[in-house]
């Protein structure tokens, strides 16, 4: 396995990519289980092969977005969502077709008409349709070849990270923990081959990102508004965002300077035509871009559910859209503040499962993580409180974050 270069290391001329598995010989699949259950073991999680994993996951899915020189044109290859297009590649097109199915099961899950403040119970009724079909809609196609490997265990252990992936129906909520279950769903089927039918050169991962993860946002979009679910583990107004982060990464990513394949990722500068940063806080803007990139679609989904000044009740965006180094610069503080404030926080990880795919095992090549505020800020038990300490006036590019080997953006 190639491990990513450490902070303050020489930077590599390419980011690693996760790696796929033998399925001639397949490690033991089992069910993912709980292993968070007290602030100190995020210090344990962080030193995990499963937190190197997601990292390196998520940066080279953050690459693949990011604008391309093209031989000849003075014009760059640009990767914008195209909503309703369709996917030519058989793995993707399965992923479809499998979160299609998932959202058709709404219409067997009508509202409860009672009276109440917050989440609609019948959103449980949609999670147990969900549940109950779950192993038949992993079982088909393409999907069924796949997950068949180990006479179906690891079809067990990837449907606990689908399931995990849609809220929870005890609290009747949804953030960025199951956003991160989905993630490492998608994770899983990468380390299973399943994407082996894309084609290499970044394109298959720009593939599952704005045909696969997208799509499951929207799918989630419509299950917040439609059940009225409450964010889980707000911050409230001092969060990024009350349900959702990777937008934000790959949405500005769309945005940032032009490179090569053998560049790094830029950490500064936007590609030219592209909204400035500070477009977040006109709506027209706003309404034209969320088509099309993913920030804005966030944001978009933002003014949906939100009324009043945009500073007022996202002022973390808003101060991010204060910078003026452009979007690779946001994209940098962006990938700082999901090792932060998603993979550092107890609360957020603490429902994260670990099996073969995802590994609580150690990396033997993990720095120890550094106590900054994020680390010492963590619940003792799972039931415990303490009084949280206030959340520092910066922006992204200003978090002192856990040093991650893989969260330097080159």
Request: net charge neutral; proline share 10%.
């Amino acid at each position: 396995m190639a491990s990513a270069a450490p902070l303050g290391a020489a930077p590599l001329p390419r980011l690693p990519a996760l790696d796929t598995i033998d399925l001639a010989s397949p490690p033991s699949f089992s069910k993912p289980l709980k292993r968070i259950n007290e602030g100190h073991d995020v210090a344990r999680f962080l030193r995990s092969l499963a937190y190197r994993d997601i990292g390196i996951f998520v940066l080279q899915l953050n690459r693949s977005l990011c604008p391309r020189h093209q031989p000849g044109s003075a014009l760059p290859r640009l990767f914008p969502l195209t909503p309703g297009s369709p996917s030519s590649t058989p793995s993707v097109q399965a992923l479809q077709l499998l979160l299609s199915d998932i959202e058709s099961l709404l219409a067997r899950a009508p509202l409860d008409p009672g009276p109440r403040r917050f989440g609609n119970t019948s959103f449980r009724t949609w999670y147990a349709l969900v549940e109950e079909k779950l192993h038949d809609l992993l079982s088909v196609g393409l999907l069924g070849q796949t997950l068949g490997a180990g006479g179906g265990t690891a079809r067990e252990e990837v449907a606990s990270y689908l399931l995990g992936a849609f809220g929870s129906p005890q609290r009747l909520d949804y953030g960025t923990g199951h956003e991160l279950s989905f993630l490492a769903f998608v994770g899983c089927l990468w380390k299973l081959g399943f994407f082996k039918d894309g084609k290499p050169g970044g394109e298959i991962e720009r593939e599952i990102v704005l045909n696969v993860i997208e799509p499951y946002l929207r799918v989630v979009r419509k299950l917040i508004l439609t059940y009225t679910l409450e964010p889980a583990g707000s911050h409230g107004v001092w969060g990024l965002d009350d349900h959702s982060f990777i937008s934000y990464i790959f949405g500005s990513a769309q945005f940032t300077r032009p490179i090569s394949e053998t560049d790094l990722m830029p950490l500064e500068g936007s590609v030219r035509g592209a909204p400035k940063p500070s477009d977040v806080t006109n709506a027209a803007v706003v309404e034209d871009q969320r088509a099309t990139n993913m920030y804005f679609s966030a944001i978009g989904f933002i003014n949906d559910v939100k009324k009043g000044p945009f500073w007022e009740h996202s002022p973390i965006l808003f101060d991010i859209s204060g910078i003026r180094d452009g979007w690779g610069k946001i994209n940098k503080g962006m990938i700082k503040m999901f090792n932060a404030e998603v993979l550092s926080k107890f609360p957020v990880v603490q429902h994260f499962p670990f099996g073969s795919l995802f590994s609580w095992d150690e990396d033997p090549d993990a720095p120890v993580p550094t106590q900054s505020v994020h680390m010492v800020n963590q619940p003792m038990a799972a039931s415990a409180t303490r009084p949280p300490i206030p959340p520092p006036s910066a922006t992204a590019a200003q978090i002192t974050v856990t040093k991650a080997p893989w969260a330097k953006s080159g």
